[in-house]
Each structure stands twice: as C-alpha cells, then as structure tokens.
C-alpha cells in the first residue's frame, strides 16, 4: 500500500510540473485561446512603448474603447524600453501583437499589413487630414504600413532667463546659425556656469541628417552613394561649425540628450524634439522654442527630420477587420485631442479646432513640419542601414567626444569609403 | 515480480525526470538549435537560408569588430580575475580576523553582490558621471581633476572594471568559509616554530585554500567573458566602443543587425574559447593545487 500511495504522489508531482509548464504557454499567446469560444467578442492585443502617466492615460483610453464595443476586446500590452527586442522577438515567432506602435518600418515592414486598401475603403477625405509629410515616413516603397499617430520635428529650445541675464535678443523664425553662435558667445561670457550651446556626443545619425539636408547635402546622394555626399565640402562645414563652437568653448557635448543640462541651466540652447516641453513646463523653466536656424550660405530654410510613429498592423494578425477598427479609433480626432499633452496631433482638423498654431511652443514645430516636406531619410532607403548606422554614430563620436575632437574631413573620407 | 522491480528501478528517474524535462527543453534545446542556426543565414523577420560554415568565415575574415571585441573582453578578463580574486581573497582575510564587529562587516563587504546587475549600472552610472559624479567630486578634495569617465575612451575600460568590483562578494564568502575551515592547530604549531602572520599565510592558507581559488578562477573567468549587463548599461558599448565586449557584440549582432545565424555562431566560438581556457586552467591545476587527499611521493611534491 505504502509503495503505491509513493508511486502515486511521485506521478502527481511529475504531472503537476509539467503541466504547470504547459499551462503558462497557453496563457503567454492570446488571451482567446479558451475564452474566445465562449465570448463572441475578437481580442486583440495592443503593443505600447509608452510607461508611467502615458501608460496610464492609454489604458484608461483602451478601458474606454472596450466599453464601447460589444465585438472587440483590446488588451494593453506594455513592451516599455525593450519594445523592439519584444516585436521582434514576437514577428520572428509569427506571434507579434496585432496592433502596434510602429517607426522603424524599414526593419519591419516585411512583418507588417499594407494598409493601401484599408484607406480606400475609408474614402479620400481619410488621407488628407493627415499632414503630406507624415506619409512618407510610414511607408516603404509608396505603401503605407501605418496610420500616423504622432511625430515630431525638432526645434530650438532656448533659455529666456539667460537670454535676458545676458541682454540679448531672443531666437526669432529668420536666425542664422552664425547668430546662434554670436548668442551663444555672449551668454557663455556673460553668464557663470552656463553654455550658450549643447548638442549630443552620440549623436542619432536618423536626426542628424537634417542639419545635412539645411545645408543642402545629404549621407547619400540620389543614387545612394556615400562619397561625395556626406563627405562633401556643405556636409564637412556642418560638423566642423558644431565641433567648432565645442572648441570655442561656447557649447557644450552631453553624454545624454541635452534635456538634463537645459533643466539645470547649464546650457542656454539646444534642439530637441517636443518630448520635453512637458518636462521643462513642470520645472517652470522660464523657456521658449523656435524654429531651427538657417544655414546662411544654403540659401534655403532649416530642415527638420521627422520622428513619426504610426499604428500598424500585423502581417499574421488573425482579426485584422477588428484591428482596423481599433486602428481608426487610435489615430481618430477623439484620440488625436486626448493624447495632447505628450503627442502632438497628426490631424489638420485637430490642429486648427484646438488652435495650436497659436500656442507659442506647439506652433513652431508644426512650422518646421511645412519646411520639412520632400526629404526621405537614409534609414528608409539603404538596406544595410544598422551597420551604416553604426559606423556613422561612431564617426560622430570621434568628431564630437571632447576627448577626441577628430578632424572632419578625414572621419567622413573614411565613412565614406566602407 | 516484474512490475515492482521495474517501478523501483524506475521511481529514482521519475524523481529526476522534472529536471532533466527542463533541461532538455530550456538548455540542450535551444543549445542545440543554436548551433543549427549557426550554420544558416537566419534573419529575424523573412526567410532563412543554409550557408553551411559561412558565419564562422565572415566572423574570422571579414568581421574587424570580431577581432576587437574578442581581445578587448580578453583584456577585461586578463584584469578582472586577478583584481577580483585578490580582492576576494584580501577581504576574506579581514574577515576572519577575531575582532568585534566582525559580523557587522561580514554583511557589508557581501551586501553589493546582492544587489542587482540593473541597479548597480544604474548607481555607478551617476557615481562616474563626468561633471556631477560622486567619485570626481571625491577625487577633487584630494586635488585630484577626475577623468570623464563614461566619455573619454581612455578610462571608460577603467570604469567598467571598477564597478565590476561590487560582485566580489560571492567569491568573497567562499574563500571565508574555505579560510575558516582550516584546523587551527597547522597555525598553532606553526607559530610555535617562529612563523610571522605572513610567512603563516603564504605557507598553510595560500596552499590549502588552492582548490578554491581554482574554482574561483574559473567561475569569474568565465563570467567576464560574458560580461553584458554592466557594459550595456554603464557604456552601451562606448565611448567610441571602446567597451565593446564580445557579449554586446553577439547581442548587436542577435536584436540591432538581426541577424540571428550569425550572433548564433559568435556565441558558439565564444563558448568554444571558454572550453579552451578552462580546460588550460584546469589542466595547469595539477602543478599548483593541493588537495587535502593528496598524498606527497617523493616524486611528487609541490613547487613553490
């Protein structure tokens, strides 16, 4: 009896186990797998990069869409800072959520729904309340992957208080760089501690291509050549200006973004996409944005490069009516409104009702969005551009790094001649 | 008959079984699949295709960064091991030292073990920070202007030893157990015959303790080789990749360039190399490591 009683608690243990091990995969997929059948409702599962309060305002903005929906159910799904390990990881496993936050389409895009016949279906009104721009930053090759939902360009913050300790004018629309640099000279003269100016070590090589592009060059020319593009005399005068005023003493190169050195005052100036407003806004920092200055010798306006996100859909997604559904509801006029404070609106409808070209810090980015039209990001076009990704955020390392301080020409011959 | 003496035999592999299932399934699977996917042209997203040994070409041919990372965390190893154990084995000293309080720092030497990777990147991020880092900021009273350490490619390989330091703790406490199990009275008589503190330790720790310390060797040899947390945090990589250990090389090459074939392979010859120098270590062990269980022939005998 006893040799039975142990056989059988050994049995009971070992089946315990392992199907405690099965069960947990069955719940790691979608939640429709058993519930489902029973529920006529389709779930679909939503991925966001967003945490903490924006985390919280979409769920609460999830939590109103399920409430209005008897035939869709949406679940949150929180990937946070691992985001592109974990819709990687997903499409490799053909399990990626059926809605997604989306920006990096050249990397995704084989992975992601075209979604050309879904914007038909909605008529043409659907696509022209988007701004132009927007397009082509959620498209590969004229097909659209994504619906917009938010972007930013980037423009000039600038420290008011220390404008005013120094005595000097404040950023206008028409400045030159060299009357950023001249402001710049002055405030690190006239106020203690502070720079005039900061831009990162580590530069983005995706958002410093628009300085290029201000000065009428670019990584690559038409034909997607590196030599003589991004080592031309217009792409070399760009980065010796920076490095110059580094040398100078007059800006400074941060290990980070550039937004801890703003809140602190440490520097008077730097460009930034609209993700600090907030942030500075919640300090009181006594600050104003502008658009980016001009090259003086390019004859042309400054451009921005756009950081767009879009929502896609899953190529393997099983409910795809359903996440168009969600789709438009994300990317609708309520949706646009509510996300205000921390996406700026994709919609012109939603620009003009809530008249943000009136607000002083949302307006000039909306103004660098019109300058900024016509201009297709390197990252969109090379197919190898991880690795030359790489090698260019390197090249500006050892252009930038005080420690290092290369000279120009010499870096960028040799990028160019990978 | 029959059917009890097959369930005795039986009964010790179903209590093994749950472990050996998780094995199988978790560690010589994916081990397995992951050589396989060494040999194949195996992207993230799209089709995958058989290149029989063309990753382990590229890597040895075509791959400069290969090379780089592979003698940069060989460096790194050649540094931390030695600085570690040392370390380690100087605390351990300390703490068998009778005097009061003793436990007191017992838990303090060993509390930085405990905590987590993340956080400790996170904590030395900011204690090394150029400008507002407690440890210039430290350096400065002493007159000293500290180094920019995340930034200038100079020192950051520094920095990233340094904050490796905190793990010492785990080797720390098994050198102190080793330490405290050696029977007094080798010290006693030892003293007897005139033998200083230091000539105690060189001749009676140092030699019982060997076996340990080869552990120890091996343990953090092979964890400096896969050294990623701390670089990924602290570093990225940086400055100028002049931290870009082998570990973040195989991950860039896995989730950044996606090519999961290829990180596959380097992380196949990292292992590869790992046997190597393990097996050189063990194989040195039988000049330098004394077993208690040993017996001294007369040929045989320690070197000093």
New interface residues.
């Given amino acids: 009896m006893k040799?039975v009683m142990?056989?059988v608690l050994?049995?009971g243990?070992?089946a315990a186990?392992?199907l405690s091990?099965c069960g947990n995969n069955k719940q790691n997929g979608t939640d429709s797998g058993n519930k489902g059948e029973e529920d006529s409702k389709v779930k679909i599962r939503f991925a966001s990069w967003d945490n903490a309060e924006d985390l919280d305002t979409q769920q609460k903005l999830v939590d109103d869409f399920n409430a209005s929906q008897d035939n869709i159910e949406v679940s949150l799904e929180a990937y946070g800072d691992d985001y592109?390990?974990k819709i990687?990881?997903g499409?490799?496993s053909k399990d990626a959520p059926d809605v997604m936050y989306m920006w990096n389409y050249p990397?995704?895009h084989?992975?992601l729904e075209s979604l050309d016949s879904y914007i038909d279906k909605e008529g043409s009104d659907f696509k022209k309340n988007y701004y132009d721009a927007l397009w082509a930053y959620n498209s590969i090759d004229d097909s659209v992957y994504g619906i917009p939902v938010g972007f930013t360009t980037h423009c000039l913050f600038y420290n008011k208080d220390l404008f005013d300790q120094a005595g000097i004018e404040y950023p206008t629309a028409d400045w030159t760089w060299d009357d950023l640099k001249a402001a710049a000279a002055a405030i690190t003269e006239k106020c203690d501690g502070a720079k005039g100016f900061s831009y990162q070590?580590?530069a983005d090589p995706y958002d410093y291509e628009m300085y290029l592009w201000s000065n009428g060059s670019g990584y690559i020319d038409a034909d997607g050549n590196l030599e003589g593009s991004i080592n031309s005399d217009k792409s070399v005068e760009v980065f010796e200006f920076f490095q110059e005023m580094q040398k100078e003493g007059i800006a400074v190169a941060t290990?980070g973004g550039g937004t801890d050195e703003m809140r602190s005052a440490k520097t008077a100036m730097y460009i930034y996409g609209s993700w600090s407003i907030g942030t500075l806004k919640e300090d009181g920092l006594n600050f104003g944005v502008v658009e980016i200055p001009a090259f003086a010798s390019s004859g042309q306006d400054s451009v921005s490069i756009l950081s767009s996100s879009g929502l896609s859909i899953s190529k393997d997604s099983k409910h795809k009516e359903a996440a168009w559904e969600f789709v438009k509801y994300w990317t609708g006029e309520e949706l646009n409104k509510a996300r205000i404070e921390y996406e700026l609106p994709v919609l012109n409808s939603v620009v003009d009702s809530e008249k943000l070209m009136d607000d002083e810090y949302k307006a000039p980015f909306y103004s660098m969005l019109e300058q900024s039209s016509g201009y297709t990001p390197t990252s969109f076009v090379i197919d190898q551009w991880?690795?030359l990704g790489?090698n260019l955020e390197?090249s500006f390392?050892?252009i930038f790094?005080?420690?290092?301080l290369e000279d120009v020409k010499t870096v960028l011959d040799e990028v160019a001649a990978e | 008959m029959k059917k009890?003496q097959l369930?005795k035999k039986a009964?010790p592999y179903?209590?093994i079984?749950?472990w050996v299932?998780?094995f199988l399934?978790f560690t010589a699977g994916p081990l397995l699949l992951s050589l396989i996917m060494s040999f194949f042209n195996w992207p993230?997203?799209?089709d995958s295709s058989f290149i029989g040994m063309g990753n382990y070409v590229e890597m040895f041919t075509q791959d400069s960064q290969f090379w780089k990372s592979m003698v940069l965390t060989l460096k790194y190893a050649a540094i931390f091991v030695p600085l570690n154990l040392g370390i380690a084995l100087f605390l351990a000293m300390l703490i068998t030292q009778p005097i009061r309080g003793v436990k007191v720092f017992r838990t303090i030497f060993y509390l930085p073990a405990v905590v987590s990777g993340v956080a400790i990147s996170i904590l030395w991020k900011w204690i090394l920070?150029?400008d507002y880092g407690i440890l210039n900021y430290l350096l400065s009273l002493i007159g000293i202007e500290g180094p920019?350490w995340?930034?200038?490619?100079?020192w950051a390989l520094f920095a990233v030893i340094l904050a490796s330091a905190f793990g010492v703790g785990t080797m720390m406490l098994i050198f102190y157990t080793d330490i405290k199990n050696i029977p007094i009275e080798l010290y006693e008589a030892a003293s007897l015959d005139g033998a200083s503190p230091a000539r105690q330790f060189f001749s009676i720790t140092l030699p019982i303790i060997t076996p340990t310390i080869l552990f120890n060797v091996i343990t953090s040899m092979v964890s400096a080789f896969q050294q990623l947390t701390l670089v990924m945090l602290l570093t990225?990589g940086?400055?100028?990749?002049s931290t870009y250990f082998y570990g973040m090389f195989v991950y860039?090459n896995a989730?950044?360039?996606?090519r999961?074939g290829y990180a596959s392979a380097n992380a196949w010859i990292m292992f590869i190399i790992i046997l190597l120098l393990t097996s050189l270590v063990f194989k040195s062990s039988s000049a330098w490591v004394y077993y208690g269980t040993e017996v001294k022939t007369a040929k045989g005998g320690k070197k000093k």
Avoid: C, Q, W
């Avoid at chain 2, 995340?150 to 100079?154: G, R, S, T």
């Avoid at chain 2, 940086?238 to 990749?241: A, D, Q, V």
């Fill in positions: 040799k142990g056989m050994v049995v243990l070992l186990t392992l091990g592109d390990t990687s990881a499409m490799g990397a995704y084989e992975g070590i580590k290990e991880s690795v790489d390197l390392e050892r790094n005080p420690s290092t | 009890k369930i009964t179903l209590f079984s749950p299932i998780g399934l993230i997203i799209g920070n150029g920019k995340l930034v200038d490619p100079a990225g940086g400055p100028l990749k860039d989730f950044k360039h996606r999961l």
